[in-house]
């Protein structure tokens, strides 16, 4: 068969009524799986930081290609081309509630641990080391925690078509967004998620959770006008009082664990309808 022949046989398969093309597996990029951060209760070890860097007497923050010093050196196991991720605790700055208890639900969980990226050791002296940074989340400074370079798991991202709009509960564990990376509180595709579900509830990295909102129960959120799912002022009411129970409820979109911690984890939104806030609702999707 010649070169043609098998193009044009190629084309008229692509073609032919009611053919599928092959879905092509995706995965999360490295910069979601190793910039996604974490809320969590476990203690981290501080024992391991960045000391300084290059050009400190000019330099506030340090960034990709920058070379900074760390205190590990020969002595303490460090050695040229060991890789390292570098992770700092943060608060939030705002302190102002988007839905009612989510300060209560933050401090439940722990504290948010962001990943500020990898470095790789360059030089190893007797108790400090020379590192580079290879790769960069945000910027990095002085004080920040390095932990050894572990490789994190890349699960499988399901094509929008598994998206169900109307999907019923599953009974399985329920849990709530309560906040996103950075504090945000307003999310979307490619957004990561911090969720009150984790290890305690069976949740695993690669697991998908759905991301839902019921009315009435969800939004007691600072923008929210009271009432306002059943009645708005000069465009109508619903006769009588409805329970959320027996109002249908809007699933937003879908995502897949990227990481889990004792009852947290954090989850990269692969589909979303519209935005999804903080206060909003997952539940574990079952298989």
């Not at 949740?203 to 929210?224: A, I, M, S």
Request: contains cysteine; glycine residues 10%; charged residues 25%.
């Amino acid at each position: 068969m010649t070169r043609m022949s098998m193009v044009v046989l190629y084309l008229a398969v692509l073609f032919v009524p009611g053919a599928k093309a092959q879905e092509i597996e995706q995965h999360p990029t490295p910069g979601q799986i190793y910039c996604s951060g974490l809320l969590t209760s476990t203690p981290i070890s501080q024992e391991s930081y960045m000391i300084t860097g290059e050009e400190s007497d000019t330099k506030i923050a340090f960034d990709q290609g920058d070379y900074v010093y760390i205190n590990r050196g020969a002595a303490q196991g460090a050695r040229e081309g060991e890789e390292f991720l570098v992770i700092r605790a943060i608060d939030n700055p705002m302190y102002i509630n988007w839905y009612h208890w989510q300060s209560f639900d933050i401090r439940a969980l722990g504290k948010v641990w962001e990943d500020e990226g990898r470095i790789r050791v360059v030089k190893a002296l007797a108790n400090v080391s020379i590192a580079q940074i290879e790769e960069s989340c945000d910027y990095m400074q002085r004080g920040d925690i390095v932990q050894s370079f572990e490789e994190r798991p890349s699960p499988a991202i399901q094509p929008a078509s598994h998206f169900e709009r109307f999907a019923a509960p599953e009974g399985g564990p329920e849990g709530r967004v309560v906040m996103g990376k950075s504090f945000d509180i307003t999310l979307g595709m490619n957004s990561i998620a911090y969720v009150n579900l984790g290890q305690a509830e069976g949740v695993n990295v690669g697991d998908y959770l759905r991301f839902v909102r019921y009315p009435e129960r969800t939004h007691e959120v600072l923008y929210q006008t009271s009432d306002m799912t059943f009645r708005v002022e000069g465009f109508g009411s619903a006769p009588g009082r409805h329970s959320w129970q027996n109002v249908p409820r809007e699933v937003l979109g879908e995502g897949v664990v990227l990481r889990t911690g004792p009852q947290s984890a954090s989850v990269l939104i692969t589909f979303s309808l519209r935005e999804i806030e903080a206060g909003d609702f997952v539940e574990v999707e079952k298989e």
